[in-house]
């Protein structure tokens, strides 16, 4: 949120303007874009106050009789649709980009059912608090901004309108105090020079407490227009789960091919080389006794092959034994020397305890890779219900998790199943790798 | 917005019900008096003294509770009101499932005892709880509807006997509309939240144990093949030119050997992700399937394009289990097997002949499968009377294929 | 030699049982899981003739996980004379620990691929027989890279590493000389520099040499 509320402050403009900002805000497209906001925003609160309060406090006075029911939902769908606007605007005038909240959940088809759902949802319930709570506070915005903008502008136009109207009301200048034994008017080049300053000072000031009132805007629209925490915890939870659909099908398709690719491919060379040789066997011994040779080379390298894929689908070790045991395993296949710390009083699900092995595998393999590193540590433990683990080394460092990088993906991995990893590698090293899991246990 | 969202526990319950709704459905409304017009009449007799009772409770709640906020003892009585109201709330679901058969879930509990312990909380918890709140506000717009379904179905048994079926129908399926709106729960999102979490920790324990499951296969089979060759041919090697007629043994031992483990490997990459289904799709890998099935299975595939790989995956798994359990159990002499897309589900059929009476919970795998299609957001459905035939019906939800990275 | 075989997989029992056989050996017994070899291994031993060598799996029924190391470690333990082979489709250095633990005298853990090489083999088998080691090249591997003493491994010249790795599988310097194509004298010469730079003392016997430098990688 604190981003969304930063943008187009002229932070992020590189370029240099001869007028400080301070100057400038009166007259930038920002202003005049809030500014308009607030106007627009007092007419459009009272439609929206007076038809929620109408047609809520009709529904509910003729709850007794069921018509209030209808009426009601109505009442309350018409508050979505003004959401749905007060959205845009705030979209269009003020940047601020708010998310549709849920949408309604109809089971079934029929008005009933659309009634039902728009009663029950929280989103029609917030919107009618938002055209409720946002009349008072429109109201007060509208009054300040203008009274402040028009004394600005009009002050700070004093010397013109002393210049264009000097007879105005048969005095000199603008009455500033006045009874009956005497009166101040603001007619000497002082005084007006006073009171443009004052209009200066204003108008200057008039962006700032615009962008304050609209603040307040922002919180209300962001608050009660977009959708509910609960809600985007299930969008989140319905991509993770497809993160984790696709990349456990993903997971079986890569397996499919390394088998093919490899094992397969070279049992079938394998199988041919055998072939031949029996048919030599009995006319040329010398090329049979080549042919086994080759085949009988093919096999082990064949094993080796199926051995590694097996171990990258998932290591015995770790079924059998656990992370400290499969961990010292991948560590001692590390080209760099790695110290493993494991301190777990019991084992995670395997699910769990699959995803943190190969976590940590594959971090080692970037330090092996990347890091250019002549030491390495992992560290593994637990803090009440989450599994930590932490891969440091002293390399080189700059290790990001842009899209693209084999961290980019680990980092997705992990998140599907509610996992955090935290990357700090300034450039030139050290790097410190931090993942966390859920812990669960059977 | 229509989509449907069927839970998980209930696709799993579904079994031989109608795909898409808990309940029974009701017999039409006719001339004749059953026992579902009888139910209903009573109902609609009952809802006089029961709203009687229900007015006079959340008025009396209300405007003394409401009175006396002004002191603070207004509060509290206000939250037991409210935990009263939960009660009524809960006995008129009884009675609506009783005698109009409607099942709406029970709402969840307050946690009463959660992390939030302390008077105030406490009492704020139970302050704006909406269930009860949406209890009162049926309890109180029901005193005017219980007079009138009271007078007219009293009424009509002596005079509109022979309409009062269609009366009673009409007038319960308001109420049932009732019960259903006002007395559901309203924590839908957290138990969506609940389930969602729970699905995915099935689909990663299942991915998990998949590869387990693979790493063994490999282990007990190819691997185990391979070593045995290996030992022959290097035998084999060493006899070459001593004893030749021995060593012509070894060789075609060997050759046969890494035959077997060529089949093996291919049965177990196709368990893993049939290539077939990654080239050419759901039409030709089912087809291939089929073709291995001990029974004459017709396949028909209605796809315009390709879901998206994974659903693709589960889809293929789905079918080739069911007419493995075809093959296995049923006794049949024919099935099908149909794939077609509604909106955005993509439904899978299985049909056979045989003698019928699969079940969930069967041991046949089935109870497996109907979870792995939960855990997606899926539908599994089972007809299957005692003597055949058996229609299984799968549905899952349709996502479009997003081309592979890399 | 009088061998007993635990392996679950029949196809590759009766494998080995013909390879043994073929070489003249014994094979008393062939049983498919843990308990079935201890069972076993403790009947011969009430009959007074126990095997000379156990050549196990790892993974064996019922929890298909680690059986045959714990198996070997407990047949290690009530039986010091027996000389036990693992043989596994993987190898952990996890493992190889384990079974050293305390002494490496007749022990081996090699992966099975090393059947191929038929006679290296049964020399493996006949040499855990006769109270030696036999470890795969894998293990330790495996062990060299995971050694703390990486600056002082660093210090030894690629050959010396090489002995140092055949010296750590349990080969006797002739084997190492016959495996490197150099006299027995250069192997001895590289055998006191590598126990020179390492800090070891020049210990005799095969076996004791074996655990001393595995105790120095395992430190």
Not at chain 3, 192 to 214: M, W
Request: hydrophobic share 45%; charged share 25%; glycine share 10%.
């Amino acid at each position: 949120m604190a981003m969304e509320y930063g943008q187009g402050y002229g932070l992020d403009v590189p370029e240099r303007h001869r007028l400080p900002a301070g100057l400038r805000a009166p007259f930038e497209a920002r202003h005049w874009r809030e500014l308009i906001y607030v106007l627009i925003g007092l007419p459009i609160s009272i439609v929206l106050f007076t038809y929620s309060v109408t047609m809520v406090s009709l529904g509910a006075g003729l709850l007794v009789t069921f018509l209030g029911i209808p009426v009601m939902a109505a009442g309350l769908a018409g508050c979505r649709g003004f959401g749905a606007l007060e959205r845009a605007r705030a979209r269009g005038l003020l940047d601020l980009e708010v998310a549709d909240p849920e949408p309604l959940r109809i089971r079934k088809q029929g008005f009933l059912a659309w009634m039902g759902a728009v009663l029950k949802s929280g989103a029609s319930w917030r919107a009618l608090l938002y055209s409720v709570l946002h009349l008072p506070w429109a109201t007060f915005s509208f009054t300040v901004a203008v009274t402040f903008w028009s004394i600005g502008w009009g002050l700070l136009t004093y010397p013109l309108w002393f210049w264009l109207f000097p007879l105005y009301g048969g005095q000199d200048g603008m009455q500033l105090y006045g009874d009956e034994t005497h009166s101040v008017y603001l007619d000497n080049a002082f005084e007006i020079t006073v009171t443009a300053l004052v209009g200066l000072l204003f108008t200057l000031a008039t962006p700032w407490i615009v962008r304050a009132l609209t603040t307040v805007d922002r919180l209300l629209v962001h608050g009660l227009l977009g959708p509910s925490r609960l809600a985007t915890r299930v969008v989140e939870l319905e991509s993770d789960r497809g993160v984790v659909v696709d990349t456990a099908a993903a997971d079986l398709r890569r397996i499919e091919r390394d088998l093919h690719d490899g094992a397969q491919a070279r049992l079938v060379a394998l199988a041919m080389d055998l072939g031949l040789a029996k048919e030599k066997l009995a006319e040329d011994p010398q090329a049979a006794a080549r042919m086994v040779d080759e085949a009988h080379g093919e096999v082990k390298i064949a094993l080796q092959e199926l051995r590694d894929l097996a171990r990258g689908i998932h290591p015995a070790v770790l079924t059998d034994r656990g992370l400290d045991a499969a961990l010292s395993s991948v560590a001692s296949r590390c080209t760099v020397p790695v110290e493993v710390q494991v301190d777990l009083d019991e084992r995670p699900v395997p699910a769990i305890e699959g995803i943190a092995y190969f976590t940590v595998s594959e971090l080692l393999q970037n330090i092996s890779k990347h890091s250019r590193a002549t030491w390495a540590a992992v560290d593994v433990w637990r803090v009440e219900n989450r599994l930590m683990l932490q891969v440091v080394d002293n390399g080189v460092g700059g290790a990001d998790t842009t899209a693209g990088s084999g961290l980019a993906g680990l980092t997705e991995r992990l998140d599907a199943v509610d996992g955090i990893l935290v990357v700090d590698s300034p450039v030139g090293g050290p790097t410190r790798i931090t993942a966390e899991l859920p812990w669960r246990t059977v | 917005m229509t989509e449907r969202q069927p839970s998980s526990h209930r696709a799993t319950r579904a079994a031989g019900a109608a795909p898409y709704d808990e309940e029974e459905p009701l017999p039409p409304a006719r001339f004749a008096y059953d026992r579902h017009t009888w139910k209903e009449i009573l109902h609609l007799l009952l809802n006089l003294p029961v709203s009687l009772f229900g007015f006079t409770y959340v008025v009396t709640l209300l405007s003394v509770g409401a009175g006396l906020t002004v002191t603070v003892v207004g509060f509290p009585l206000l939250a037991l009101g409210l935990m009263g109201a939960r009660q009524l709330g809960k006995l008129e679901r009884r009675r609506a499932r009783r005698l109009l058969g409607v099942r709406v879930d029970e709402p969840s509990p307050l946690r009463l005892r959660g992390s939030r312990n302390g008077f105030f909380p406490q009492l704020w918890l139970l302050l704006k709880d909406p269930v009860g709140w949406r209890t009162v506000l049926y309890e109180f717009i029901r005193l005017p509807w219980g007079i009138l379904t009271f007078t007219v179905t009293l009424a009509s048994l002596f005079v509109l006997w022979p309409v009062l079926p269609f009366l009673a129908r009409g007038m319960a399926n308001l109420d049932r509309a009732m019960v259903r709106g006002l007395l559901s729960p309203s924590d839908d999102l957290e138990r969506r939240i609940a389930e969602l979490e729970s699905d995915r920790g099935v689909v990663v324990d299942t991915a998990a144990a998949d590869l387990r499951r693979i790493e063994r296969d490999l282990h007990d089979g190819a691997q185990a093949r391979l070593v045995n060759l290996a030992m022959g041919l290097g035998l084999a090697k060493e006899k070459l030119l001593e004893d030749p007629e021995y060593a012509a043994a070894m060789v075609e031992e060997a050759h046969g050997e890494v035959k077997l483990a060529l089949q093996e490997l291919r049965d177990l990459a196709r368990g893993i992700h049939p290539a077939v289904l990654t080239d050419r799709g759901l039409d030709a890998a089912l087809s291939s399937v089929a073709s291995r099935c001990t029974v004459p299975v017709k396949v028909t595939v209605d796809l315009d394009e390709r879901p998206a790989a994974a659903i693709e995956g589960i889809a293929y798994f789905t079918v080739s289990e069911l007419l493995q359990n075809v093959s296995k159990h049923s006794m049949a002499r024919s099935a099908s097997v149909d794939v077609w897309r509604a909106n955005d589900r993509l439904l899978l059929q299985v049909w056979d002949d045989g003698r019928g009476g699969a079940r969930l919970d069967g041991g046949t795998g089935m109870q497996g499968l109907a979870e792995r299609l939960g855990a997606v957001d899926g539908l599994f459905v089972i007809d299957s009377p005692e003597g055949g035939p058996t229609t299984v019906t799968a549905e899952l939800p349709w996502r479009d294929r997003v081309p592979e990275r890399g | 030699m009088r061998v007993v075989i635990a392996e679950d997989s029949v196809l590759l029992r009766e494998g080995l049982t013909r390879l043994l056989t073929d070489r003249g050996h014994e094979v008393v017994a062939g049983v498919g899981d843990g308990e079935a070899l201890i069972k076993t291994i403790t009947e011969l031993d009430a009959q007074g003739s126990l095997p000379d060598v156990v050549v196990a799996d790892v993974r064996m029924p019922p929890t298909h996980t680690d059986e045959g190391v714990r198996a070997a470690v407990q047949l290690r333990k009530a039986h010091p004379g027996l000389g036990v082979l693992v043989l596994s489709q993987y190898v952990e250095e996890r493992y190889a620990t384990e079974l050293l633990a305390g002494s490496s005298r007749g022990v081996g853990y090699l992966l099975k691929d090393r059947v191929a090489e038929v006679r290296e083999f049964v020399d493996a088998v006949v040499r855990v027989a006769q109270g030696g080691t036999a470890l795969d090249p894998e293990v330790v591997a495996q062990l060299l890279g995971r050694s703390r003493k990486q600056d002082v491994l660093a210090g030894l010249t690629p050959r010396e590493r090489e002995v140092l790795g055949l010296m750590a599988e349990g080969r006797t310097n002739s084997a190492i000389a016959r495996q490197l194509v150099v006299s027995d004298g250069a192997v001895e010469k590289h055998v006191s520099n590598i126990f020179l730079k390492l800090g070891l003392s020049q210990s005799d016997g095969d076996h004791r040499r074996v655990l001393a430098v595995l105790t120095y990688l395992n430190s």
